[in-house]
């Protein structure tokens, strides 16, 4: 396949689907300072609950989550960790070495 012109992802584009993503887990009540719908929460911003670091060699994503109570964090928790790897990677070919997340809370 021929190469016609490069290809850059915004890292906003890259917010968007880790916040879609880790909403439709089951078990997570919210992402602190996440709405989709809100412009100012996609940035790297201090009142944001996602924040996305583009090292040399990494995408390193941290979380700050208020999960169900009914559920078992660990396991809620490594599905968040394994669907936002594989749901960037598939949508835009970028590979996260690491999701760190806090667990803010529970309701």
Same mark, same amino acid.
């Given at each position: 396949?021929?190469? *016609?012109?490069?290809?850059?992802?915004?890292?906003?584009?890259?917010?968007n689907?880790?916040?879609?993503? #880790?909403?439709e +887990?089951?078990g997570? @009540?919210?992402?602190i300072?996440?709405?989709? @719908?809100?412009l100012? @929460?996609? *940035? &790297? *911003?201090? &009142?944001?609950? +996602?924040? #996305?670091?583009?090292n040399? &060699?990494?995408? /390193?994503?941290?979380?700050? /989550? =208020?999960?169900?109570?009914n559920? =078992?964090i660990?396991?809620?928790?490594?599905?968040?960790?394994t669907? #936002?790897i594989e749901?960037? *990677?598939?949508?835009?070919?970028?590979?996260? @070495?690491q /999701?760190? +997340?806090? #667990?803010?809370?529970?309701?």
């Open positions: 396949m021929e190469f *016609k012109g490069s290809i850059k992802i915004s890292q906003d584009i890259v917010t689907i880790i916040g879609i993503t #880790v909403s +887990i089951e997570v @009540n919210c992402i300072g996440y709405s989709p @719908n809100t100012i @929460n996609i *940035k &790297n *911003k201090d &009142n944001s609950g +996602i924040v #996305v670091d583009y040399e &060699n990494s995408i /390193v994503v941290t979380l700050s /989550v =208020i999960l169900d109570k559920y =078992i660990t396991e809620v928790c490594e599905k968040i960790q669907q #936002v749901k960037v *990677k598939t949508m835009t070919d970028l590979v996260i @070495n /999701v760190n +997340i806090y #667990v803010a809370g529970i309701i």
